[in-house]
């Protein structure tokens, strides 16, 4: 193993494992801390998929940490921290605490913080975060019930997270190229800066950073940062290409969508699939709360829907209603109600002859994921940027498409099926 990553969520380890598989390593994404002495195989990449993003900062800088420690200790020559290409967090952290904790384990002087992932529409410019044409803070992201981004100055925000300096490297540094960029980080490292957001608006920049930081020992980002490490390690001879596959073999069951994120994305991909006539069913938190909805009348539900077809379980609602609930429920209780009944609901469907899931919303994914008891992942074809389908290592055996609320076209849910062979 060579690269080993640390991912904030299931769907961005996803992410990740895509982005890494693509350009050309063997990759294996692992559910959780992997335990004492795992067996990696030929793994060229390791992603260990964490769920740490909302949990309180000195929890996820602690569960960061072992997971560095178990892939360091299996032979990783490099580390990456991967968080959302939104930059999701809040000034608590969990960004900051966890990447300085990073630094601090390997007794690195700098790292560069740069979500860009721009075949999503995140770029990086003068340090502010677009999605889109739009900046951050005037994106849906403003709105997301848990990490609500209003400041799209990622130095701004990264600086409220951290006890050290953050700088910039623009974009005109980066233009320059990757020994242009290798001196400006050794320039901001003489003087005490310690985590730097690096612009990047193009798939060429993100290129010119991983060359720049073929011998950094840790490197935090999006996947995008991530497209240029695989050839640091072809040029020293360490690995060769290994080729995407376009389909997957999947087992044989039957198939089922949940999803649980409010996402303006997740939100058009119901109602296309419901305006295509998929059969689905919304929950609602306040008759789960009731106990008027609950994972077996839903898993009922799905089951006796046609065979042949997917059906659609869905929580996604305008910000406006998610706000009622929040303020009805509380912001926590109200998601770990839906995220627990879709866990609920897939372990039944999986004892049912369901083997094929497809999971929207990252809080949902890792939910889902845990209960159904898969702990490792091979990255099989492309759905969309950022999303891949995969298949469980060992017991249970399963189809897994495991997408952040905010990747995909209108028409994932109906289309990504597409790319699985019976």
Not at 172 to 191: F, K, S, T, Y
Not at 240 to 250: K, N, Y
Not at 320 to 344: F, K, N, T, Y
């Amino acid at each position: 193993m060579l690269l080993g990553a640390i991912a904030d969520d299931l769907t961005g380890a996803t992410d990740l494992s895509l982005m890494l598989a693509r350009n050309g390593m063997r990759t294996v994404q692992f559910v959780g801390v992997p335990p004492r002495n795992t067996d990696f195989g030929d793994a060229e990449a390791v992603v260990v998929a964490l769920k740490s993003r909302t949990i309180a900062a000195g929890d996820a800088v602690e569960m960061s940490l072992a997971a560095a420690r178990a892939l360091l200790a299996a032979g990783a020559e490099q580390l990456l921290f991967k968080y959302c290409s939104t930059f999701d967090s809040t000034d608590a952290g969990n960004i900051g605490p966890v990447a300085e904790a990073l630094l601090d384990l390997l007794g690195a002087e700098i790292a560069i913080a740069c979500p860009a992932f721009p075949a999503a529409g995140r770029s990086v410019y003068q340090g502010h975060l677009f999605v889109g044409h739009s900046l951050l803070s005037d994106s849906p992201m403003k709105d997301h019930p848990l990490t609500p981004m209003r400041d799209a100055n990622l130095v701004r925000v990264l600086q409220r997270q951290t006890r050290g300096k953050v700088g910039l490297l623009p974009l005109d540094v980066v233009a320059a190229g990757a020994r242009a960029v290798q001196v400006a980080l050794n320039e901001a490292a003489a003087v005490g800066q310690k985590l730097m957001i690096a612009d990047a608006v193009a798939d060429a920049d993100l290129r010119v950073l991983g060359t720049a930081l073929a011998d950094a020992t840790l490197i935090t980002g999006g996947s995008g940062i991530a497209m240029g490490l695989p050839d640091n390690f072809r040029r020293q001879g360490k690995i060769g290409t290994t080729p995407l596959v376009a389909s997957m073999a999947a087992p044989a069951g039957r198939s089922v969508i949940l999803a649980g994120s409010c996402s303006a994305a997740t939100r058009g991909q119901v109602a296309a699939a419901i305006g295509a006539r998929m059969p689905a069913l919304r929950i609602v938190p306040a008759e789960i709360a009731a106990g008027t909805q609950n994972a077996a009348g839903v898993a009922e539900w799905i089951v006796a829907q046609n065979a042949e077809e997917p059906a659609l379980v869905y929580s996604s609602d305008d910000p406006a209603s998610v706000r009622v609930v929040q303020h009805s429920l509380g912001i926590e209780r109200a998601g770990e109600m839906v995220e627990s009944l879709l866990a609920e609901v897939s372990v039944i469907l999986r004892d049912r002859g369901f083997s094929r899931f497809l999971v929207a919303g990252g809080e949902t994914s890792g939910a889902v994921v845990a209960a159904l008891g898969a702990q490792a992942l091979r990255i099989g074809p492309q759905i969309a940027p950022g999303v891949p389908w995969t298949r469980s290592i060992g017991v249970p055996d399963l189809a897994l498409a495991l997408k952040s609320g905010n990747f995909g076209d209108p028409d994932f849910f109906l289309t990504a099926w597409d790319k699985l062979d019976d």
